[in-house]
């Protein structure tokens, strides 16, 4: 069992910053990826950045691209996603996940859910 937690979402303007963490307790070894979703209103959940536990790859939509980061500390099982340039459209829950790939793209083939963090990007 892995037990996830975000954290640092909240309420910025277009054009700031954030920085998510997700803090990664229990089984952390049995999962090879992180990953964070984000979900709007009335929209399907969709990856945003993932990331490899052991070596640091990372995977962008090209939506993504430019503007979120993902990174990772180890020693403390905690990953974070830097986003910058926020635009309203950026508003959402963002999630992290857990599980065994970076290449899983859909929401069913990650393993572990933290309860998610909301953002809002106001005009």
């Known amino acids: 069992q892995v037990q996830l937690t975000e954290s640092g979402g909240g309420l910025v303007q277009a054009g700031g910053s954030l920085r998510l963490s997700c803090a990664a307790s229990?089984?952390?070894?049995?999962?090879?990826?992180m990953a964070w979703f984000h979900q709007a209103p009335g929209k399907e959940r969709e990856v945003v950045a993932a990331?490899?536990?052991?070596?640091?790859?990372?995977y962008y939509p090209d939506s993504a691209k430019g503007r979120f980061t993902i990174s990772k500390d180890n020693a403390k099982n905690t990953g974070y996603l830097q986003v910058d340039s926020l635009k309203p459209e950026d508003t959402a829950v963002y999630y992290c996940?857990?599980?065994?790939?970076?290449?899983?793209?859909?929401?069913?083939?990650?393993?572990?859910w933290g309860q998610g963090t909301q953002v809002t990007v106001s005009s």
């Open positions: 229990g089984r952390t070894f049995s999962s090879n990826a």
């Open positions: 990331i490899t536990w052991s070596n640091g790859r990372a």
């Open positions: 996940a857990a599980g065994g790939s970076i290449y899983y793209t859909l929401p069913k083939f990650w393993d572990y």
